[in-house]
């Protein structure tokens, strides 16, 4: 098993920036993609962020070029840089990781929300 906990999110202005990190724990031999999704109220759960073990990354196209993941293999630990935000970026982010072929793990999400 893997535990995933996020930290970081909370209350930004429009324009504004917060950084969200996440850090496996348990038993964390061969973890593969890590990710970041969120989900918004009355939304289904959407991919905002992945990045491969060896540092590929793939973007929603609504957040390219405001956010950048990041992850540090060694540490066990994904991060993603939010600038710029607007206020179609509330919502709940979850941290995701897969482990082998076919196992995904999932935060418990953290909330952010983009209010004046």
């Known amino acids: 098993q893997v535990q995933l906990v996020e930290s970081g999110g909370g209350l930004v202005q429009p324009g504004g920036c917060l950084r969200l990190s996440c850090v496996a724990s348990g038993s964390i031999i061969n973890i593969r993609d890590m990710g970041w999704y969120r989900q918004a109220p009355g939304k289904q759960r959407e991919l905002v962020a992945a990045?491969?073990?060896?540092?590929?990354?793939n973007y929603a196209d609504s957040v390219k070029g405001r956010f950048t993941i990041s992850r540090d293999n060694a540490k066990n630990t994904v991060s993603l840089q939010m600038n710029s935000l607007k206020a179609e970026d509330t919502a709940v982010y979850y941290c995701n990781a897969q482990q082998g072929l076919s196992t995904y793990y999932w935060g418990q999400g953290t909330q952010v929300t983009v209010s004046s």
């Open positions: 990045i491969t073990r060896g540092g590929s990354t």
